[in-house]
């Protein structure tokens, strides 16, 4: 996108599809001018008005700053905090130059022995990728290193969207008023979490699903991060992020450089779904590695065995999935070393020689051999204390000196900042693909970080930086090495999901909460910020282990059908009729399939509102529609589900039955969803434009 220099202005204009982000110097400080729709080069002079404070009390939260410093009257929490050998601390912006490079503006400052740059690339779907990289030619200490610092227009009033939750019940969507003050959102556990994401979402109050404006921001960052929102006590809103937590200290050494992670922020006029649709739109062209792809249709043997992982336990599973049309057959958590409970085993990573006795090579033939993809769990940066790994290195796993070390599902978490442990890492992982056909790996991370640390290493906390670093390289490195296979995101679920690791990943594992019922609120609220081709939905057994709910096999799968569709049910337990209803279902989805995973998403009806929701993809000239009923009260008629985006001139035919529907009608009248009657029930309607 065009980046253009106003020399006389001291400002730098960037612009993209409708919308201008202008940073410019005053006072010789980089602040952000302007940040929403359009406005010509003409303008950029009259935004670089400086601003000078009234009284000495005042607070200079609104001058716009890029990343909020320590020095002068700057009272809010810093971006950037650091101390120099002599006990001096902050950076004192000197302007030394700039460059742009195609979509890249790069500007940089100096302070004593430091050269810090600030970085900008928009590209043409409206995100603004923001970072920063700090150069040492003496050490300093830091303590603090966001990637960027936004600040909202003057509104008269600020309304907070954020995802909060807990393990399997993440993703929920969370609207509040934002009080004046701070309000932080982050982590300490080590990985994005299941309790809150990096994603936020800024409006007036006055937006809604189609309109209105909304400034929407996402850290693409995998391990401990923190996003402070502030609003002054004359109403003005910026927001800062970046990785780590508060309490973190660690060196710069001479010659070198710290990156941080990227922060990327968007501006929209049409509402949440239009903030949605960007970053969908977003990350699948620029940041997904394989969003192009039809995921396939998977099974997963983990809530059919559990740990009771053989060879001839699952050749009847092998033959099953592929009888209902799964194409790809995932062996889960159970199948090497010791593991045949979560108390030992993980860190030995071969077959277990009693449950395969011939390795993996025999049943990776008998997928094959049904047309089916192979799949392989595998938890890479877990140890268990009862493991010939850790029995060798217990120095290996993140730890303190004399402090205890706190075990979680019974396993230890290795360090990857160790050369040697990330060294280990990609080796038996490459060997296991090398040595065997597999097409695709389930990696997951089972339990949050304590005790970290490194001792005798006079930098420990640089630990929580350099893991996630390493466990990037790794992934990076190995999608290099086996260019045709897959990866899957997971973490006890859906805890370590953000624009960091999505670009290392094929997909993620939304929850461990498969219960459909729920899942209509989960998915809702990861639609906020991610695809449905980054999100895995599954159908499993009844009655849910969550909750005992009892739902058709008609509405899991038709839930299931809103992201990538996966089966985990046991299937050897299963009816022939519900084998054979299965299929259909399965059949069913593959119709569905390029409209829900490469299609533009609309939500219709938040489920936290409406007994009636459902989803809305448009492809081409196809639409599906996935609609959603849970229980309501006292027959009170519901809404019906109106369509997005079709013009009222137009005419649709219904793929399933032939009948043709007028644009206007369905935008007046709804849609003609051929719901059962029953409680928890759903219906999918497909349309072809004609």
Same mark, same amino acid.
């Given at each position: ?52 404070e ?22 809010a929490?810093?971006?950037l ?29 100096t302070? /004593?022995d430091?050269?810090l ?12 990728? /923001? ?9 300093v ?10 600040t ?49 979402a800024?409006?007036?109050?006055? +937006? ?7 400034y ?6 995998s ?29 710069l050494?001479?010659g ?6 990227v ?21 699948r ?8 792809e ?11 065995? +559990?740990?009771d ?12 999935a ?19 409970t ?7 990573w ?46 290996w ?23 040697e442990?990330a ?67 997971c973490?006890?679920?859906?805890? /370590? ?5 999505l /670009?290392?990943?094929d ?76 299929a ?5 989805y ?18 936290e ?7 809305q993809?448009?492809h081409?000239?196809r639409i599906a ?45 709804g ?20």
């Amino acid at each position: 996108m065009p980046i253009r220099f106003d020399e006389a202005a001291l400002a730098w204009h960037l612009t993209g599809p409708g919308l201008s982000y202008v940073v410019g110097l005053q006072d010789g400080l980089p602040r952000q001018l302007h940040w929403g729709p359009a406005v010509p080069d003409e303008a950029v002079p009259t935004l670089a008005v400086a601003w000078r404070e009234a009284y000495s009390w005042d607070d200079r939260l609104h001058t716009g700053a890029e990343l909020l410093g320590e020095l002068g009257p700057q009272f809010a929490t810093p971006s950037l905090q650091l101390r120099h050998p002599d006990g001096a601390k902050g950076f004192a912006w000197h302007y030394a130059d700039h460059t742009i490079d195609d979509d890249h503006l790069a500007i940089r400052f100096t302070d /004593r022995d430091l050269a810090l740059t600030l970085h900008y690339r928009l590209w043409d779907t409206g995100v603004l990728d /923001r970072w920063a990289s700090l150069e040492a030619a003496a050490p300093v200490e830091l303590t603090r290193f966001d990637s960027a610092a936004w600040t909202l227009p003057h509104w008269g009033d600020y309304r907070l969207s954020h995802l909060s939750g807990e393990w399997a019940a993440e993703w929920q969507l969370r609207r509040v008023t934002l009080p004046v003050g701070e309000t932080a959102l982050g982590t300490r556990r080590g990985l994005t979490g299941h309790q809150s994401n990096p994603w936020t979402a800024v409006d007036d109050g006055t +937006a809604t699903e189609t309109a209105g404006t909304v400034y929407s921001t996402n850290l693409a960052w995998s391990g401990s991060w923190r996003v402070l929102l502030r609003r002054s006590a004359q109403g003005r809103v910026s927001i800062t992020g970046g990785a780590g937590h508060e309490g973190l200290r660690w060196t710069l050494r001479a010659g070198e450089t710290w990156t941080t992670p990227v922060y990327s922020g968007l501006f929209t006029d049409a509402g949440f779904g239009g903030a949605s649709r960007a970053w969908h739109e977003h990350l699948r062209r620029h940041v997904m590695p394989t969003p192009e792809e039809d995921a396939p249709v998977l099974f997963n043997s983990w809530e059919a065995v +559990a740990f009771d992982v053989a060879e001839e336990q699952q050749l009847p599973l092998v033959e099953l999935a592929a009888r209902i049309g799964c194409e790809q057959f995932v062996v889960d958590d159970g199948w090497f070393g010791q593991r045949v409970t979560d108390d030992a085993g993980l860190g030995d990573w071969h077959p277990n020689p009693d449950r395969f006795p011939k390795g993996l090579g025999p049943l990776i033939d008998a997928v094959h051999a049904t047309g089916m993809k192979f799949g392989i769990w595998v938890e890479p940066e877990m140890v268990n204390p009862d493991s010939d790994l850790y029995r060798a290195h217990p120095d290996w796993v993140l730890h303190q000196a004399g402090r205890d070390r706190t075990e979680l599902r019974q396993q230890l978490v290795l360090d990857y900042g160790r050369p040697e442990v990330a060294a280990w890492a990609y080796a038996w992982l490459d060997d296991l693909l090398s040595g065997n056909d597999i097409d695709y790996v389930k990696w997951d991370h089972n339990r949050p970080w304590t005790e970290v640390g490194r001792p005798g290493d006079a930098d420990p906390d640089r630990a929580w930086f350099e893991h996630v670093e390493a466990v990037y390289s790794i992934k990076e490195r190995l999608r290099a090495a086996h260019p045709n296979v897959r990866i899957e995101g997971c973490a006890g679920g859906g805890g /370590r999901v953000d624009p960091g690791m999505l /670009r290392y990943v094929d997909q993620v594992w939304t929850s461990d909460n498969t219960d459909a019922g729920d899942r209509v609120a989960i998915q809702y609220g990861f639609s906020q910020a991610y695809p449905a081709r980054a999100m895995d939905t599954w159908i499993t057994d009844e009655p849910s282990g969550f909750n005992q709910r009892t739902t058709s096999l008609r509405f899991r799968f038709q839930v299931a059908s809103a992201g990538v569709l996966a089966v985990g049910g046991n299937l050897t337990e299963w009816t022939e009729a519900e084998l054979e209803e299965a299929a259909e279902h399965v059949v069913q989805y593959k119709r569905l399939r390029p409209v829900v995973q490469h299609g533009v998403q609309y939500r219709l009806g938040d489920p936290e509102a409406s007994a009636l929701t459902g989803v809305q993809y448009v492809h081409g000239d196809r639409i599906a529609v996935l609609g959603f009923k849970t229980p309501w009260h006292c027959n009170r008629p519901l809404a019906p589900l109106r369509p997005e985006g079709i013009a009222a001139d137009s005419r649709w035919q219904d793929e399933d039955t032939g009948e043709i529907h007028w644009g206007a009608t369905l935008n007046v009248l709804g849609l003609p969803l051929r719901f059962t009657g029953a409680d928890w029930d759903s219906a999918i309607m497909r349309l072809r434009r004609v």
